[in-house]
């Protein structure tokens, strides 16, 4: 799939590519004949209409380019005079047949191709003035031109499609990034879910045989309520995560005051520290506005205090700051003691499913709440990350005020 992708992006930006070099390429030898041709057509409408001006080889000055000749007919088609140094002139047989091509046209400016001359015919009342001028070097420099144009092209295109390739590589990575994750993901939740619904199916196939008394039926009982509330609490998280990660939630964005939001998130996880023989103490500075969505940052304060509860140390301590950090930025920290987190943990710890204890999935951690509050800091256009020394693990999230 990831191939494929890659494939339809270089196409698409080669395509695109040979379209814009075509046109390019096209409009410069447009140009470029047009140009000449004009150059060309002027001096010998200047020949025609001023034929006094007319000098020989190497006198020519102004905007007159050789080689050229002109002819001057009596009103009868007899030649009267000639004109130009670079033309044998005296051959009649020659000068005949350019003067039928040319009085015989329809037009006043050809091209007689076989002899490679372009043709001005202008009509006075003493008679008629042919102008006639070398094409050969224009065609030549058109077609240099036109090798110079393909090669360009060629180079460009080959350039391009290199460019491509390695662009593509760069533009597919988040789309292989997110392929991988999803696949991850699948995964991780498929095992999590794996455990709660064989616990089920064996405690339900159990109550089905009558040797077990109604003690041990209400024991089967208790252990599919259980994993049915765990199963539920995984797909509540993994619903959460999903929306924190959709961008509906942005329409929502609005003026808030952070520092309330922390204190009143953290006031229900007094009691609970507490019955569990730890502290928590807050420092919340005043009147820390930020621009987002109240209910998505109070989650962000809940998910960061309950890893906390459950990963601090037995009578630990729990400390919660909110200060400003230079003029437009603020940083929540949660820290707690407990057992020091490995560096190669801290590098992992908001990914999904991810936990440094795997024992503590079966006590309603799914490894889902840090990956959800990153998901809301970065809607939120903050950054989040963890720390661990001194014996103390924190985690710290820095917003934009608003």
């Given at each position: 799939?990831?191939?494929k992708?890659?494939?339809?992006?270089?196409?698409?930006?080669?395509?695109?590519?040979?379209?814009?070099?075509?046109?390019?390429?096209?409009?410069?030898?447009?140009?470029?004949?047009?140009?000449?041709?004009?150059?060309?057509?002027?001096?010998?409408?200047?020949?025609?209409?001023?034929?006094?001006?007319?000098?020989?080889?190497?006198?020519?000055?102004?905007?007159?380019?050789?080689?050229?000749?002109?002819?001057?007919?009596?009103p009868?088609?007899?030649?009267?005079?000639?004109?130009g140094?670079?033309?044998?002139?005296?051959?009649?047989?020659?000068?005949?047949?350019?003067?039928?091509?040319?009085?015989?046209?329809?037009?006043?400016?050809?091209?007689?191709e076989e002899?490679?001359?372009?043709?001005?015919?202008?009509?006075?009342?003493a008679?008629?003035?042919?102008?006639?001028?070398?094409?050969?070097?224009?065609?030549?420099?058109?077609?240099?031109?036109?090798?110079?144009?393909?090669?360009?092209?060629?180079?460009?295109?080959?350039?391009?499609?290199?460019?491509?390739?390695?662009?593509?590589?760069?533009?597919?990575?988040?789309?292989?990034?997110?392929?991988?994750q999803?696949?991850?993901?699948?995964?991780?939740?498929?095992?999590?879910?794996?455990?709660?619904?064989?616990?089920?199916?064996?405690?339900?196939?159990?109550?089905?045989?009558?040797?077990?008394?109604?003690?041990?039926?209400?024991?089967?009982?208790?252990?599919?309520?259980?994993?049915s509330?765990?199963?539920?609490?995984?797909?509540?998280?993994?619903?959460?995560?999903?929306?924190?990660?959709?961008?509906?939630?942005?329409?929502?964005?609005?003026?808030?005051?952070?520092?309330?939001?922390?204190?009143?998130?953290?006031?229900?996880?007094?009691?609970?520290?507490?019955?569990?023989?730890?502290?928590?103490?807050?420092?919340?500075?005043?009147?820390?506005?930020?621009?987002?969505?109240?209910?998505?940052?109070?989650?962000?304060?809940?998910?960061?205090?309950?890893?906390?509860?459950?990963?601090?140390?037995?009578?630990?301590?729990?400390?919660?700051?909110?200060?400003?950090?230079?003029?437009?930025?603020?940083?929540?920290?949660?820290?707690?003691?407990?057992?020091?987190?490995?560096?190669?943990?801290?590098?992992?710890?908001f990914?999904?499913?991810?936990?440094?204890d795997?024992?503590?999935?079966?006590?309603?951690?799914?490894?889902?709440?840090?990956?959800?509050?990153?998901?809301?800091?970065?809607?939120?256009?903050?950054?989040?990350?963890?720390?661990?020394?001194?014996?103390?693990?924190?985690?710290?999230?820095?917003?934009?005020?608003?």
């Amino acid at each position: 799939m990831i191939r494929k992708l890659r494939v339809k992006f270089v196409l698409v930006n080669m395509a695109i590519v040979s379209i814009m070099l075509g046109v390019i390429l096209g409009m410069v030898l447009y140009f470029t004949s047009a140009d000449l041709e004009q150059e060309s057509i002027r001096m010998m409408q200047d020949l025609a209409t001023q034929p006094l001006q007319l000098r020989g080889p190497g006198e020519q000055q102004g905007e007159v380019r050789l080689p050229f000749f002109t002819l001057h007919l009596s009103p009868y088609g007899d030649v009267v005079s000639t004109g130009g140094g670079y033309y044998d002139l005296s051959d009649d047989a020659f000068l005949n047949t350019l003067i039928d091509q040319a009085m015989f046209s329809a037009k006043r400016l050809g091209v007689i191709e076989e002899y490679d001359l372009r043709y001005y015919r202008l009509d006075t009342p003493a008679g008629r003035c042919l102008v006639f001028a070398d094409i050969s070097s224009e065609q030549a420099t058109l077609n240099g031109l036109v090798k110079t144009c393909v090669l360009i092209g060629a180079v460009s295109f080959l350039a391009f499609l290199v460019v491509s390739i390695l662009l593509s590589k760069w533009a597919v990575r988040p789309v292989e990034r997110a392929w991988t994750q999803q696949g991850q993901f699948v995964a991780a939740a498929s095992h999590e879910l794996k455990t709660p619904l064989t616990v089920i199916m064996t405690s339900a196939e159990l109550l089905q045989d009558p040797a077990y008394d109604e003690e041990k039926r209400k024991t089967f009982l208790a252990g599919i309520l259980t994993m049915s509330r765990q199963m539920k609490g995984l797909i509540e998280q993994m619903l959460e995560l999903a929306r924190s990660e959709g961008a509906q939630t942005k329409s929502v964005f609005g003026r808030v005051n952070l520092s309330a939001v922390v204190a009143q998130a953290a006031l229900p996880f007094e009691a609970v520290f507490y019955e569990r023989g730890q502290s928590l103490t807050s420092s919340i500075a005043d009147e820390i506005q930020v621009c987002g969505d109240e209910g998505s940052l109070r989650q962000v304060v809940e998910i960061l205090l309950d890893n906390a509860l459950k990963y601090a140390s037995p009578g630990g301590a729990v400390r919660m700051t909110l200060e400003r950090k230079g003029r437009s930025r603020c940083l929540l920290t949660v820290a707690n003691q407990g057992e020091p987190i490995a560096p190669e943990d801290l590098e992992n710890i908001f990914k999904r499913f991810y936990r440094c204890d795997p024992a503590r999935s079966r006590n309603g951690s799914f490894g889902l709440g840090l990956s959800i509050a990153q998901s809301i800091v970065t809607q939120h256009r903050g950054r989040i990350w963890a720390e661990s020394k001194n014996e103390e693990n924190s985690f710290f999230v820095e917003l934009p005020c608003a």
